[in-house]
């Protein structure tokens, strides 16, 4: 462990720490701790939304996937970029116009029944849980090759302080550590970009022909199929990554942090230019590892490539760079983590102790506790599970993940916001048709059975042959939401629908988080 490495680790920590101290005095109500009680600019929102979604996968994982198998590795650029559009034309207006502090609140808007709120919760904390488990096992195995710190410590280090962020600073506290984290790791990939094209004597078109001739790919590094041989998985994949985002909870309540439908609208643009502009630099990055860091150097540090990014700063920058390279991949995990925690913490607190249990009679100072008690609880089980997750492939969890979210979740978002015979019954079979689907096909799945030993989670031969399911589980999804609308006998919650479509489209009424 170097010296410096250890002061840019203890600075990052410090610097969150300090933030959430002086945010835990803005934390008054319950609407600050949901919310940071819908004060957040359009630009600080797009900014937070863009450190959401720039997570340790997106800036280590992307890197080391197109560093190792080329234009395959793009896709996941480019999915995630198009998802944004997705929530930009479908889903922030209508879901800000409806909702207050979390997902099911925005459902509930139209169906007032508890058992869509309590899937609708339990589907947060599933999805919520399962990211989670994957950033905790990938801090692990990132600190411990860094700092040499041993993995368990590790995991407990990201646990605890991810935990202090939402217990005393709440929603402004994660999102100001969020949007400093967005503007260092832009920062930090801007550095590397530039030091890597200058390299290339600031032409494209020499970078290209070199990487051709860099890895044991060779041509076929610029060609797709170097992972993806399967046109139906990868475009299953593919889908996850476009669809999944629109219905990942931590992303849909930031739009629950400004004080209006035009404000969310505005955010998601800017989250998209910020996240444009990192995975643009993602191929600059992925194409100088390839080329100065060196396939079996990659390899080696980590199989999946997750060092590819760590390693090209310490390349082509030198001891500092590497070290603040570093620090930056650990405050991206720490931000994401913290949004995490808080958003399971809000569907326990809100959704399933205060509206279901206490049936909406519980005063804002009881709920915050319930969410804060909540936040520990989460935190815990979470580490829990990734101290015993150590040696389990984690991208099947993040993929697990936005399946769900774009199966279960955005069925439902989408057919009550857009159709009027929908109902309560639809809303939950539709839920749990995308939930169970996504569920069932991922435990049968090559990433839970392989042949090989070591590969998955048990030796033996799947029996659904796909690594990803979501081509079939969002179809499910919608299948479910239209058998349980059209065989249900229940049609009164059909009144409400010219309301939301009315107050969806316009904000009438809704005027801030606090009073909305």
Known sequence: MSTLSLTLFLGIILLTLTITYYSSKKTKNASDFYTAGGGLTAWQNGLAVAGDFMSAASFLGITGAIALIGFDGFYMSIGNLVAFLVLLYLVSEPLRNLGKYTLADMISARFKSKKVRGIAAANTLVISIFYMIAQLVGAGGLIKLLLGIDYGLSVLLVGVLMTIYVIFGGMRATSWVQITKAVLLLCGSAVLTFIVFSRFNFNISEMFHHVQTATPLGNNFLNPGNKYTDGLDMISFNMSLVLGAAGL????????????????????????????????????????????????????????????????????????????????????????????????????????????????????????????????????????????????NVAFLSVLALGIAASANLPIILCTIYWKRFNATGAITGMLFGLLSSLILVMLSPNVWNPEPGMGIFTGNPLFTMSNPTIFTVPLGFIGAYLGTVLSKAKEEENKYPEVLFKSNTGFGISSAKDH
């Open 249 to 392: 909870p931590h992303l849909l309540v930031r739009f629950f942090t400004v004080k209006d439908a035009a404000t969310a609208r505005k955010s998601v643009v800017y989250s998209t230019w910020f996240i444009g502009l990192f995975f643009i630099m993602t191929i600059f990055l992925g194409f100088g590892a390839a080329s100065f860091v060196g396939f079996d150097r990659i390899v080696e540090a980590n199989s999946a490539g997750n060092m590819a990014a760590p390693l090209l700063a310490l390349t082509v920058g030198g001891e500092f760079l590497f070290a603040f390279v570093s620090a930056v991949a650990f405050a991206t995990i720490l931000a994401v983590v913290s949004g995490l925690v808080l958003t399971s913490a809000s569907a326990f607190a809100h959704d399933i102790y205060g509206e279901i249990i206490k049936d909406g009679k519980i005063t804002e100072k009881q709920q915050i506790l319930v969410a804060r008690v909540a936040s520990v609880s989460v935190a815990v089980i979470s580490i829990v599970l990734a101290l015993f997750a150590q040696s389990l």
